[in-house]
């Protein structure tokens, strides 16, 4: 594959950290009452648009997008690192499309709040599936996928195989120690908010809601029951998984040496 295509995926993996980190930042900023607002991703989009040459940059936060979903679904059809044909390759692969699909709709959120309009709703085929009859099995099975990405992260924090994965990218003993506490104290954070979510989400299908919950709503409810100290680390802990994506978009030997 040419360099232009594997600069194309680690540009969307710094586009990636640039989202989590400013997610990070705004939230916070406003668990320590210094302005800020508890966000999202399209919350921290809002806030972009709001800025000065805001157009501009969520245009090309919008294209980085893009190149981190080119790269998830060249995961998905080209195979790179050999996922065998079982029920864990598979597995895998599906979560990397689904994935590729969640930051696709960031991206076209970006280049809507650039070229277009924030009005209107946002919920589209989604919400009318939730409104539909079946609204709380869906956000049961929501809830049970996203159970799973929280395991997964809690995993990906602790294990050695992504200790091995840093230390075999070539990198110094201070960039690997740098990337692995960021990994690690990201991954946690991500982790235990998506969990949070996993909850939300099932208690209100379990109840026969449809609400399927989101990062924002996983923040509120962490402030409200553990406070505002307790928030602000777990929002830090984003910031540092920002980072751990920018630097992982530096070092292909970690990312997409396999493109080549």
């Known amino acids: 594959m040419s360099n232009k295509?594997?600069?194309?995926?680690r540009f969307g993996m710094a586009a990636k950290g640039a989202v989590y980190s400013l997610i990070g930042v705004l939230t916070a900023m406003a668990a320590f009452g210094q302005g800020g607002q508890q966000s999202g991703g399209k919350g921290a989009m809002q806030y972009l648009a709001q800025q000065s040459y805001g157009q501009i940059m969520l245009a090309i936060l919008g294209l980085g997008l893009l190149g981190y979903v080119f790269w998830r679904m060249y995961q998905v059809f080209a195979n790179p690192k050999g996922f065998d044909d079982?029920?864990?390759g598979y597995g895998k692969r599906v979560a990397f499309f689904i994935s590729g699909l969640i930051y696709a709709g960031f991206s076209f959120y970006a280049f809507k709040l650039a070229f277009g309009s924030s009005s209107g709703s946002s919920g589209g085929m989604m919400g009318s599936l939730m409104s539909g009859s079946n609204g709380d099995t869906i956000a049961i099975i929501i809830g049970i996928g996203m159970a799973i990405k929280a395991i997964y992260d809690?995993?990906?924090?602790?294990?050695?195989?992504f200790r091995e994965e840093v230390e075999e990218a070539g990198m110094d003993r201070k960039e690997q120690k740098t990337l692995i506490n960021a990994g690690k104290v990201g991954h946690t954070a991500r982790g235990a908010v998506i969990g949070l979510m996993a909850y939300l989400t099932l208690r209100s299908g379990l109840s026969s809601g449809n609400k399927i919950s989101t990062t924002t709503d996983a923040f509120s409810y962490i402030q409200s029951e553990f406070g505002s100290i307790v928030l602000g680390i777990v929002a830090i802990g984003f910031v540092a998984y920002g980072v751990y994506m920018f630097i992982k978009a530096k070092y292909p030997a970690i990312t997409v040496a396999s493109l080549r």
């Open 154 to 161: 809690l995993y990906r924090a602790y294990s050695n195989k």
């Open 86 to 88: 079982d029920v864990k």
């Open 5 to 9: 295509k594997e600069n194309f995926a």
